[in-house]
């Protein structure tokens, strides 16, 4: 093992063993999911740590525990109220804020407490968890909402952690080593299985090795073109018609300053919006059936007139950046407008909420297909990412149905794969043999990585294949 491995597991894997345990509330788990991380990691370690092994390690850990949670979710049982370990004598541990919320993130959906964990324990902002989750920075800010919304209603009936789940001492190096050992083990003795068996079916196939002449067969006519694995089974995938209507923003910007830039649809949850691509600065507009729940310290709260309706107008800052914030009711609908990053001022806020009229801006989705489930539709939308379900809308709860995401770890698969989607190298995870595939990753190019997760779906291998042949990612590298 390489002594720089052994240096960083000795000293780094106690934080990730915590950031683990964060995720999935098991101490023993967590464990596990870093030695495992660890394992996978220690025969690309010269290429990892010449980057940035802390951040590599923890996107890895983020997606080997929604790995494990899908295998083993039926184990998990979340409740309102939670018993109180601490004793009477304990008074510190019983009121400790910290312990409070620690043992509440366990009652929160996966992806909302995924969020919140990297962005108040590992102190990322939303650009950085969106590219570790591969979804949009949308995405990431009404997950943000939604579980603090959800720790707020839930912080009347705390339950602290015990002492001894704080501490987490390092992986021991010698399990890394056994399980590295193992896995590299297991391939070559998979290799070796393949490779025999290809020699003895060459020994089967050409007829000079046969110790008998064939026998003689009546012939059948040829079939035009032999079947391609990815269409030897029934699809439940139905072609979707191009007379679809796309997502929409109900309303358009009467004025909007040439420093915010172009402006492109987003769907999150039950609201849709416009937002800006620029960064750090930016500006988002949502309109839905429920007030945008607030993720930003606002210093101060007031209530203007937007045509003649109260509004409410919060200014604070984000990231020590200045935040200004606006919304009201209209149309039915709550409307917000936000600038970030200090981009907007509260003049020119205002502005924007009083020449927004009525109409229609259409998204122009950068990854479109031509193949879904039955009755799914789209659910959620950025530049980067695509969800379809069968749910009008993404609920608090993730919803069974297919994510498309475009991200730029392209380890996850080499150039070198023997598998093929669409002329592309390929890769297919699957936690449980008996199980539908839980991901598959396309590489598209030196940069870029399609990631389709079925999320419970239960699309066979084939028919995973088959949509993912339908996706077109608009760019240079096509579909």
Partial sequence: MHPEFEDYVRARSGPLVGFAYLLCRDRHLAEDLVQEVLAKAYHRWDRIEADNPDAYLRKAVVWAHSSWWRRLSHRERPLETTPDAAGDDDFVQRHAVRDELWALLGTLPRRQRTVLVLRFFEDLDDERIAELMDCSPATVRVHAHRGLA????RLANPAPVPAG????????????????????????????????????????????????????????????????????????????????????????????????GPLEVTIAMDMTGLESIGRPGYVLL?????????????????????????ATLRTGTL??????????????????????????????????????????????????YSLAPPGFEVNSLGAQHLCLSREPRLRPADPVGICVHVGTDTSMVGPESSLLVGGRPARVQRDDPARPPTALWIRLDEQRVLWVEPNEADLSEADLIRFAESVTVAGPAGQ
Avoid: C, H
């Avoid at 959800?150 to 209603?153: F, S």
């Avoid at 949502?286 to 109260?310: C, H, I, K, L």
């Avoid at 936000?338 to 009525?358: C, K």
């Fill in 150 to 153: 959800a720790l707020r209603t």
């Fill in 165 to 260: 789940e704080r501490a987490f001492p390092a992986v021991p190096v010698e399990s890394v080593r056994r399980r590295a050992v193992g896995g590299q083990r297991r391939r070559q003795a998979g290799l070796a299985v393949a490779a025999a068996a290809v020699i003895v079916a060459l020994i089967m196939l050409v007829p000079g090795w046969r110790s008998t002449p064939p026998p003689v067969t009546t012939p059948t006519p040829t079939p035009s073109a032999s079947p391609s694995p990815s269409s030897a089974a029934p699809s439940v995938l139905v072609p979707v018609g191009s007379g679809g209507e796309l997502p929409s923003f109900p309303y358009k910007p009467g004025w909007m300053p040439a420093k915010v």
């Fill in 286 to 310: 949502y309109a839905g059936p429920s007030p945008y729940d607030w993720d930003w310290e606002a210093a101060q709260t007031r209530t203007v007139q937007v045509n003649g309706v109260n």
């Fill in 319 to 368: 990231e020590d950046a200045p935040a200004v914030g606006l919304t009201w009711r209209r149309d039915g609908r709550w409307v917000t407008v936000q600038s970030f990053g200090g981009l907007l001022t509260v003049a020119e806020v205002e502005r924007i909420a009083r020449e927004l009229r009525l109409g229609k801006v259409t998204a122009t989705p950068r990854i479109t």
